[in-house]
């Protein structure tokens, strides 16, 4: 069983960045892929990047490229999403999940997944 848990989320100024941090409750945290997806209100769940079990190679979502950077640190079970230059459509809740395959981009790939965190960019 995975349980995840992610934090950083938070109120910003359009412009501004965050960093979210989501851990993972697995002792083969290194066997599993892991993926960030958001959900704005109203919306369906969408990608937003994708990191494979050694930490490279990494995807992204057109709209995370050269802003979003995905990362993990197996010795701490945790991956990481650097959000850079935010902007108000950002706002979301950013949701972390986990498989053991890699390359997956929809939803109902991912079988294990945290509680999210809030992200509110304001203009």
């Known amino acids: 069983q995975v349980q995840l848990l992610e934090s950083g989320g938070g109120l910003v100024q359009a412009g501004g960045s965050l960093r979210l941090s989501c851990v993972a409750s697995?002792?083969?945290?290194?066997?599993?892929?892991m993926v960030w997806f958001r959900q704005a209100l109203g919306k369906e769940r969408e990608f937003v990047a994708t990191?494979?079990?050694?930490?490279?190679?990494?995807f992204y979502a057109d709209f995370a490229k050269g802003r979003f950077t995905i990362s993990r640190d197996n010795d701490k079970n945790t991956v990481y999403l650097q959000m850079n230059n935010l902007k108000p459509d950002d706002t979301a809740i950013y949701y972390c999940?986990?498989?053991?395959?890699?390359?997956?981009?929809?939803?109902?790939?991912?079988?294990?997944w945290g509680q999210g965190t809030q992200v509110t960019v304001s203009s």
């Open positions: 990191v494979s079990w050694s930490g490279s190679p990494t």
């Open positions: 697995v002792h083969n945290f290194r066997s599993y892929a």
């Open positions: 999940a986990a498989d053991f395959r890699y390359g997956g981009f929809k939803a109902s790939d991912y079988a294990h």
